[in-house]
């Protein structure tokens, strides 16, 4: 079965560190990957978005991830985090093969200032 | 454009109460879905439609009915409400139903169900 996992549930940083969150997608033949964030209180919003082509996605607010398909990995990175970056992130993939995206489990970042 | 709107943005149910959760969207997509969002269980796809008289089920459909009469709205319904469908439910669209992996998904802002 088609499944994304994110195996970092809650991630606790110092303002200024650097950030990697892990995501892992199943094979399942073509897949479309996304990363989605939800800040508090608020509703989901895209990150960045994976279909072809170079690896390596930027997205908004200075964060990048790189697609390696030998590992069934969308890992997400930013250089160095900030207070506001205090959130739940959002690992998806979408299968070619299936009318439908699914979601890991998310992991909740926390940035101490 | 109000993008996809929910409502009510807060619900509290009684165990066997049932009632329709609504989602709406003024952006003419065509594909439209609902999930529920549980701690440590990120968001699961309940039912999907990827146009007009059109749905199918997702992963966690029991217990929850949806229809698609217009491009516009896919209420979901809670036929029997039970105290495992405690979650947050998210409607979400999309524009293209055949390229719907290369699109962004829009959210709604949630709905806060409780049963007791």
């Known amino acids: 079965a088609q499944s994304v996992s994110q195996h970092n549930h809650h991630v606790i940083l110092s303002e200024a560190a650097s950030l990697e969150l892990g995501c892992n997608y199943s094979?399942?033949?073509?897949?479309?990957l996304f990363w989605y964030v939800q800040y508090p209180g608020q509703h989901l919003q895209l990150l960045l978005k994976?279909?072809?082509?170079?690896?390596l996605v930027k997205g908004i607010k200075g964060f990048e991830a790189e697609f390696i398909k030998s590992k069934f990995s969308f890992n997400l990175r930013k250089p160095s985090v900030q207070w506001s970056d205090t959130a739940e992130y959002f690992c998806a993939a979408w299968y070619s093969s299936a009318s439908k995206i699914i979601f890991g489990s998310g992991t909740r970042l926390s940035i101490r200032p | 454009n109000a993008g996809v709107t929910q409502t009510p943005k807060f619900q509290v149910l009684k165990t066997g109460q049932s009632m329709t959760l609504q989602c709406a969207q003024d952006m003419n997509h065509e594909y439209m879905s609902w999930y529920r969002q549980d701690p440590g269980m990120g968001l699961r796809l309940i039912h999907y439609s990827v146009g007009a008289g059109i749905t199918d089920q997702g992963e966690v459909p029991n217990g929850y009915n949806v229809s698609r009469s217009t491009t516009e709205d896919f209420p979901l319904r809670l036929l029997s409400a039970a105290p495992s469908q405690t979650s947050v439910y998210f409607c979400?669209?999309?524009?293209?139903?055949?390229?719907?992996?290369?699109?962004?998904?829009?959210f709604g802002p949630g709905t806060r169900l409780t049963v007791t």
């Open positions: 994976y279909f072809s082509g170079d690896p």
């Open positions: 979400a669209s999309s524009p293209d139903r055949d390229r719907v992996g290369f699109y962004e998904q829009y």
């Open positions: 094979y399942g033949g073509t897949v479309n």
